[in-house]
């Protein structure tokens, strides 16, 4: 069972998303919305996942898209009103070309404030006691810039730093702000990775982890352990020590 009865995800169409959808869909939520840039994934997600009972509604949009967007959260939420937003959709940098920094950071965070802001207006102006919660995916990538992968690690720090701003910030109003700091899971993103992949896990598991804490409004999920306690102590070593180490480790793609 969930406290969260109706549910949006952004980029469900693989990974994260997929699972989470997947997740939800088994433990008896009511109504999911899931979108993707890929009609044919998303599609075979719904399929999938419909099979056990639960509401799939597809959208095909870009969340880079902030109008489109708007008005696909605000037709979920009138259709049933929505308990838990997740701002999955991601993109990894790959080489750091203008174009594709420019990406990133359109996708990973103007696509999360796409995400979010339409969902806080909606639940500031609801009066009842129904859950209301975001969850930002942000990463273990986040916690230090990385000089295998600058803009994508300085995009999860950003929307983990804001995040964690917005829990403060919406505290007194009982609206409920996670942030997720995976490590490495099994994506199509870490699908096109070379390096070492320490603790690596499927994203089925990451998606336990994830649910599992968002039941219980744990405000910064990030797992594994190991790989938070590493990223953390780095992140507070003087700046001579961290740049080090960091420059040392092979690129992520």
Known sequence: MTKFKNILITGASSGIGEALTAHYASINAENIFICGRNAE????????????????????LNVTDREALKSWIEEANSFSPLNLVIANAGVATLQETTDNVYNTFNTNVFGVLNTIHPALDIFQNRQDD?????????????????????SYSASKACV???GEALRAAYLKQNIQINVICPGFVKSRITDKNTCPMPFFMSAEKAADIIASRLEKNVGLIAFPWPMRLATWALSIAPNCISTYIYAKLPHKV
């Open 41 to 60: 994934r998303l599609q075979q997600v719904a399929e999938k996942c419909s099979r056990k009972g639960v509401n799939i509604h597809t959208k095909i």
């Open 130 to 150: 129904s859950p209301k919660a975001i969850a930002i995916l942000s990463s273990i990538a986040g916690y230090h810039g990385l000089a295998a992968c600058p």
């Open 160 to 162: 983990k730093a804001y």
